[in-house]
T-cell receptor, first 118, second 113 residues
């Protein structure tokens, strides 16, 4: 099983639909993340979950609703999205540790869900 | 305002030569830096990282150099191979309890056979 998996890989939805993106990590990590990558823009952090607790909400509109039922699974619930929300949504996980005084925050990414909102 | 900048959107090099990818940052609180590689239709893959207490980290063909005074880091790939053709992202994080990464826009590297 690959480290971080995401489903679906592609999604087309209308503005009135409700859908969910799923992410699963098989690396035993304690933190999970949602990122958005729009065309010609850097990856933008949306949410961070550390030990299942949301520790970061990067000013994301409420039409995006994350859920982290356990340390291995992360969902992004979508409702009443706008066409400008069309993007690649990436999930990542990491093991937040202190090693010899240096932090290690290497994040491992899933393949992403390509979302198109019509 | 972008805190991590990759000013070259693309770079083309010949197979066997050195590829040098550059990254500049503005936030002096950044103390951990990473490079990711991304192929089309895949998520970014971690390549190499460096802590601010070091100025160089090497892993096989990949070496990352950090110049803190200039707030500049670079990734050297030598020798470059056609399979290295991908988008390379520079990322940085700051100390404290907030472990978020700030990414650059990426540089598309093309290695020609």
């Amino acid at each position: 099983e690959t480290g971080v998996t995401q489903t679906p890989r592609h999604l087309v939805m209308g503005m009135t639909n409700k859908k969910s993106l799923k992410c699963e990590q098989h690396l035993g990590h304690n933190a999970m993340y949602w990122y958005k990558q729009s065309a010609k823009k850097p990856l933008e952090l949306m949410f961070v979950y550390n030990f299942k607790e949301q520790t970061e909400n990067n000013s994301v509109p409420s039409r995006f609703s994350p859920e982290c039922p356990n340390s291995s699974h992360l969902f992004l619930h979508l409702h009443t999205l706008q066409p400008e929300d069309s993007a690649l949504y990436l999930c990542a996980s990491s093991q937040i540790t202190l090693a010899g005084g240096n932090r290690q925050e290497t994040q491992y990414f899933g393949p992403g869900t390509r979302l198109l909102v019509l | 305002d972008q805190q991590v900048k990759q000013n070259s959107p693309s770079l083309s090099v010949q197979e066997g030569r050195i590829s040098i990818l550059n990254c500049d940052y503005t936030n002096s609180m950044f103390d951990y830096f990473l490079w990711y590689k991304k192929y089309p239709a895949e998520g970014p893959t971690f390549l190499i990282s460096i802590s601010s207490i070091k100025d160089k980290n090497e892993d096989g063909r990949f070496t990352v150099f950090l110049n803190k005074s200039a707030k500049h880091l670079s990734l050297h790939i030598v020798p470059s191979q056609p399979g290295d053709s991908a988008v390379y992202f520079c990322a940085a994080s700051a100390g404290g309890s907030n472990y978020k990464l700030t990414f650059g826009k990426g540089t598309l590297l093309t290695v020609n056979p």
